[in-house]
């Protein structure tokens, strides 16, 4: 019975994705003044991601990224969609870059799954 118990616990802690670790940390509107367009995919990508489609919100995501790299948020959602859909290596690349582009913003710094992908320094 107690091998059973730990083989079910295994199985389940195996199962139980970083993403589920979030909580309810979502993806963030993009700052004042960034770009219209960026704006626009990045706010589709949120409108996707409120529905589900967290691959065509990763397209977004990847475009606002694109458009303009400098912005963290933008980094930040794409590695929240990564993350989602299981592509932990490349959402740490994105969370070091959300974190290097943060200007300061204590949203993405203290993000838990951040946190959890690259830990307090990065590595």
Request: glycine share 4%; proline share 0%.
């Given at each position: 019975m107690n091998k059973f118990l730990v083989t079910i616990a295994t199985l389940f802690f195996l199962a139980f994705p970083l993403s589920a670790i979030a909580g309810g940390e979502g993806p963030m509107k993009l700052p004042a003044g960034s770009?219209?367009?960026?704006?626009?995919?990045n706010q589709e990508g949120i409108d996707h991601w409120n529905q589900g489609h967290y691959d065509v919100?990763?397209?977004?995501?990847?475009?606002?990224?694109?458009i303009d790299p400098s912005v963290g948020?933008?980094?930040y959602n794409e590695a929240l969609a990564?993350?989602?859909l299981g592509q932990h290596a490349s959402a740490s690349m994105h969370f070091k870059a959300a974190r290097k582009n943060a200007h300061?913003?204590?949203?993405i710094l203290n993000s838990g799954i951040l946190m959890k992908h690259i830990g307090k320094e990065g590595s």
């Open positions: 770009n219209a367009e960026a704006v626009k995919h919100a990763l397209k977004h995501f990847q475009m606002a990224s694109k948020e933008s980094h990564l993350d989602k300061g913003r204590a949203e």
